[in-house]
């Protein structure tokens, strides 16, 4: 019988499904982010963690559940929470939750936020609310000829950085909005560009030539803070960014400047630097639009992370080769 450790109870049925397995399956109680000592405590010895991405797990963590750990199931589509080289070098697996569910989930909740930005939903809505940003204007008064004007996306040009899975359904629903598509990426995307029609371009390019530019870039050493100064000033005059990826790919107070200086005329973040904090500064701004961290909040996305996360734990306490391993290479050096 293995020791299972969740830090956090999910959304579902899927962890019933895990308590069903046979094992001794212990769900954290709190139905919040635990504390590091917190995570140590409670998963001390046990054989599988499910994990979230709001859960840190490096070497000293996994050093201290122990040399029993064989796997990581990370609740999440990104795994920028966990020290993968450290977990390979121990041949504790660690696996994610990739999905056309979550991707589609976040392809379309990037497409909420570009319209959203272009006709000024969330502003408009407070004005109606007469609300927040608003709350002394004196609300809506009916219909005015230069109330919430925006542009219109059709025949604009998108800029996606990052042609995974999930950029690339952000691709394909851009046709429907008759956009001009262009990508920047490691390596072209050859069948893609063909069936979508849509360009590779250098990301100098892509920032300079696209009035909308979203980010579909997994957390590196790499992207950490690839929209900056210098990139941000490099952006089309007026144009707006979305993020639906990882914070720290944005120099928040780089990005909070070029608002301010109207280089760029909005922006929409679902995720922020250090989350959960965020700038007072772009609470403030009426042409930033703010979600919590829930591109991928939908049921479909949801209930497939937790079947594919509760899974993979099953699988390798069956000993058998779990999908969505982030490393593939590990399963030769495993633990047993
Ligand atoms: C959400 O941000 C995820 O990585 O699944
Ligand atoms: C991840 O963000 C992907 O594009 O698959």
Known sequence: MAKIFVTRKIPGNSLEKLKESGNEVVISEFGRPLTAEELLEKSKGVDCLLSLLTDRIDADVMDAIGPQLKIISNYAVGFDNIDVKAAGDRGIIVTNTPSDEVNEAVAEHTWALIL???????????????????????????????????????????????????????????????????YNKHSRELEIEKEMGIRFCELDELLASSDFVTLHVPLTDETRGMINKETLGRMKQGSYLVNTARGPIVDESDLIEALDSGKLAGAALDVFESEPTISPKLISMPNVIMTPHIASATWEARNKMGEQAVTAIIDVINGAKPQNMVDERVWDVRRK
């Open 116 to 182: 959203a930005l272009a006709r000024r939903i969330v502003e408009s809505d407070e004005f109606v609310r007469n609300q927040g940003y608003f709350a002394a204007s004196g609300g809506y008064k009916g219909w005015e000829p230069d109330s919430f004007l925006g542009p219109s996306v059709k025949g604009k040009t998108l800029g996606i950085i990052g042609l995974g899975r999930i950029g690339s359904m952000v691709a394909r629903r851009a046709k429907g909005y008759e956009l001009t598509v262009l």
